[in-house]
């Protein structure tokens, strides 16, 4: 069983992987215009892309801080869940099987990990 410093690893690099990747990122390129056509392409108007950013940003702000209680946390956690995995069906249904389908698979997988980590490490508090 992994230890509980192994733990803290584990959940403080894959939480900040996504709280950069869901949270700063967005935030800092949403109005790009690769951002604005990256919504386009998957055929959703440009206010869908505006609502999703400020959610990104709720959602890796509430995995960051400590103090946020666990509930909200876990309502984050089931936020990107979906996100990422309806991002995949979006890009699967418009652009077929290519990278850019798996990719939020793959980001998908580093959330399941913070969150595993962070149910570890609570069970240790």
């Known amino acids: 069983m992994a230890s ?38 998957l055929g959703y108007p440009e206010y869908f892309g505006n609502a999703l950013v400020v959610f990104k940003v709720l959602g890796a702000l509430a995995l960051i801080i400590p103090q946020v209680p666990k509930r909200i946390k876990e309502w984050a956690y089931a936020g990107f ?7 995949s069906i979006s890009h699967f249904a418009v652009d077929g099987m290519d990278f ?3 990719f939020p698979l793959i980001i998908l997988g580093i959330l399941i990990a913070s969150y595993l980590s962070l149910h570890k490490l609570q069970k240790t508090d």
């Open 4 to 41: 509980t410093k192994t733990n803290k690893i584990v959940f403080w690099t894959t939480t900040i992987i996504i709280f950069l990747m869901e949270g700063v990122m967005p935030a800092l390129t949403f109005q790009t215009e690769l951002a604005k056509e990256g919504i386009r392409h």
């Open 81 to 87: 869940a979906f996100d990422f995995i309806f991002a």
């Open 100 to 102: 850019q389908s798996f």
